[in-house]
């Protein structure tokens, strides 16, 4: 037989297509052409190909070798496709069986001595190959990563001579065992560390209860970074499904790390990180920070010293929930649903408001200075709250608040409750859905009536002082967002305008 046919799995953002490697053997001067639009790393594979053939005692063809990776379109990168060349070459030369082919697909990179090695994206890979029915040959050190995907069979092999013993049925692969790790809320820095700033830690607390995104503004030292660290160990554990989507980003990336199997990841990239290191791309388009934080937080410290270009990048998917990167010949969807946390000081000096420290900033140096973050970027931030200088006698005497372990409990209470009612969390609600659900009762309406006339609300914050409004009664247990709750969720956006 001189032609065999391979099935493979390329990586376009989250998906992950089926390519279908098509070897050939014909007579001619030995030649080893490979078509179907590889980039120069799957070109590289014929000389991996090659010398791990050789080392593993088969014989490599002296013919004319074409491999197709089919469909001819869709671009292909990496050393994920040397396993399914290597086999399609066995195959078509007779020296392997291809009897088992239907029901199998490889993904995995070959050493010169035909060991096999990992490769990223081999989560998405698995759930794909999985969802088309067919088990899915790795390396033994992406088995385990694989194996998350519950529904799809996991053949480990640890070299090419394994690979062809199974397929000749010599000795066959022993699955990967399917066992995910247990669902646990994250082990983190604890909220009953944080002494004082009673306005800040219910913030906090509000923000986890319905997925808003929060703004601490304050001097340095005031502990801004010390409340944001605790935001993921109050948030719930996630679902398996939320696990998977978010392990499968980290796994594009290569940072796949089983001990952190289902915590919230929390992101804090630093100020002069660029758009598309926010947000993702490249040539080849690969997740930025936002869609590493999925399912998690986003912590953006010293917001006003990032490039307002690229805060400005983040209005959209704080919006939507996922980030589309288009470059010329690639476009690639990424999701994208983190809790944005950031924290500024109030001035560039810092100590604007300070009780003891001069502030030595001008005024115009202070207006240029908020004026990096623009009206609509801060329209999309629910929750702004000032954290202030406190005394040495306040810090001494402050008792220590509910832990991380209460607060939790409360917030998986109020979620609960979102969920049932809705569907998802407050911050998710479409304008249908605040409509519907949001609406205060008569004194409320009266409140935010007089709050929208005077404070000049746009109609994005009118929607979001409602969805505050609503997590505040969900937290307190009542139908309907009352005059409390409004004039709370209020204060919150007037922080926002007034600073």
Known sequence: MSLALVR??????????????????????PAFSLVGLPDTEVREARDRVRAALQTSQFEFPQRRITVNL???????????????????????????????????????ELSLNGELRAVRGVLAVALAAGRGGRALVVAPANAAEAALARETTVLPAGSLCAVAAHLNGHTALAPQPCSSPSLQPARGPDLADVRGQ?????????????????????????????LAQRLPGLLPPMS??????????????GRFDAARWAQRPMRAPHHSASAAALVGGGATPCPGEISL????????D????????????????????????????????????????????PCPCGFLGHPRKACRCTPEQIARYRGRLSGPLLDRIDLVVEVPVLEHEELASAAPG?????????????RAVQIERQGVVNARLDSRGVERFCMPDQDGAALLKQAMSRLDFSARAYHR???VARTLADMAGVAQPGAAQMAEAIQYRRSLDGR
């Open 8 to 29: 493979s799995r390329a990586l376009d953002g989250l998906d992950a297509p089926e390519v279908t490697v098509e070897v050939h053997l014909a007579n001619g001067l």
């Open 70 to 108: 089919a469909p001819a379109d869709l671009p292909k990168e990496g050393g994920r496709f040397d396993l399914a060349i290597a086999v399609g070459i066995l195959v078509a030369s007779g020296q392997v069986s291809g009897k088992l082919l239907d029901g199998l697909e490889f993904c995995g």
């Open 198 to 226: 009673l306005q800040a830690r219910r913030a906090l607390e509000v923000a986890a209860a319905g997925a808003h995104a929060l703004l601490l503004f304050g001097p340095p030292g005031t502990g801004k970074s010390m």
């Open 240 to 253: 398996e499904a939320e696990a998977l989507e978010t392990a499968a980003v980290s796994s594009l990336e």
């Open 293 to 300: 934080a999925h399912n998690g937080v986003l912590y953006l």
């Open 302 to 345: 010293e917001l006003p010293e990032f490039d307002r270009r690229v805060l400005e990048s983040l209005r959209e998917p704080l919006e939507s929930g996922c980030i589309s990167v288009s470059r010329a010949r690639r476009r690639a969807e990424f999701p994208a649903r983190f809790q944005l946390v950031a924290a500024m000081n």
């Open 402 to 414: 509910p832990s991380s372990m209460e607060v939790r409990a409360r917030v998986e209470q109020a």
């Open 465 to 467: 002082v409602l969805r």
